[in-house]
């Protein structure tokens, strides 16, 4: 960061207000320029700050004094009172589907070897949340409107439910799911 | 501490000058608004606006030529759902059916046509687990960022494939 202000010192220039709480702003300014400048720009790799700047010098330099109006534009940007208080809940979701899969793929060969009852239920509560948040997604997807979003969600869930209900009955008064594979496959 | 002034700049605005003096960065930023909705919100009011005026969707799948990747993602939501769906039914049936698993196991081994129509569904079980397994493996790995490329794509796909193959013969013949 400090190299590129210096390099480009007399060309570019970054809003760096005093208020801290304005950071999420510039960092999201920041974002814009980079995305906008890999438009402009055909430098390989922008974002590194590298090949092109962020603005065109020529025109800033001659226009300095007699250039009456300002470009506005809208920005996203989070609004300051956000800046901290944001929810990680969407990526910690994200991670735990990663870790769930994982698990699930141990589960495999476990189960395989080790046919016994504590396999059983944890083949059951693995398989079903990740079908769960499987099916989840493609609700995410495909489902729009606030009243439908709720709606397919809340069936999601009462399925998701029973199926587990299923599955740790069956391990408790039949055979069990790792026994059920093995006889199926025995015939 | 220097003091320095964001400039936003786009194609067209580049070709005319984007300019500002020092004494008037306060107002640039002023003139940058900042827009109070999520991006969520947003997409919501889409479809509630485009909806709601009725508008049509443009062609998209049905024009789009397929390639590999589209198909095997496609193919990898089919199947999760696919076995999904299976699981939920075989739990549904294991609370509402009256009799114990090895009695309608042994019901449908009764009814079936010979010993190629047990191999033929055992590789049809095995061949959407395996498939969804070893493209999720797949997805894994571009979650850890690796294997974007193009050539890459389009290779791990095809051994993601073949693997399948192999496996679901291999289980079937168990």
Known sequence: ?187 | MCQYVVFLCSRTVARQGLCLSRSQFGVLYRHAVPMGTTANEEMNKFWAKNTQLNRPVSPHVSIYKWSIPMMMSISHRGTGVALSSGISAFALAALVLPESYPYYLDLIHSMTFGPQFLAFSKFALAFPVAYHTFNGIRHLAWDLGKGFKIPEVYRSGYIVTAVTVLTSIGLAAM
């Open chain 1, 1 to 187: 960061m400090k190299r590129f202000i210096s390099s480009h010192r007399s060309r570019a220039a970054l809003v760096h207000p005093g208020d801290s709480s304005h950071l999420g702003l510039v960092v999201r300014i920041m974002a814009a320029l980079v995305r906008i400048s890999s438009v402009c720009c055909r430098g390989v790799s922008p974002l590194l700050f590298r090949s092109c700047s962020l603005i065109r010098p020529l025109a800033v330099q001659k226009k300095d004094r007699d250039c009456p109006y300002l470009i506005s534009a809208k920005i996203h940007a989070t609004p300051s009172s956000y800046a901290g208080s944001g929810s990680k809940a969407a990526s910690l979701h994200w991670t735990g589907e990663r870790i769930l899969s994982i698990v699930l793929l141990g589960l495999a060969p476990v189960a395989y070897f080790y046919p016994v009852p504590a396999v059983d239920y944890s083949l059951a509560a693995a398989l079903t949340l990740h079908g769960h948040w499987g099916l989840g997604q493609v609700v995410t997807d495909y489902v729009h409107g606030d009243f439908k979003i709720k709606m397919a969600n809340a069936g999601l869930f009462l399925l998701s439910t029973v199926t587990f209900a299923g599955l740790c009955y069956f391990n408790y008064h039949d055979v069990g799911i790792c026994k059920a594979v093995a006889l199926l496959w025995s015939k």
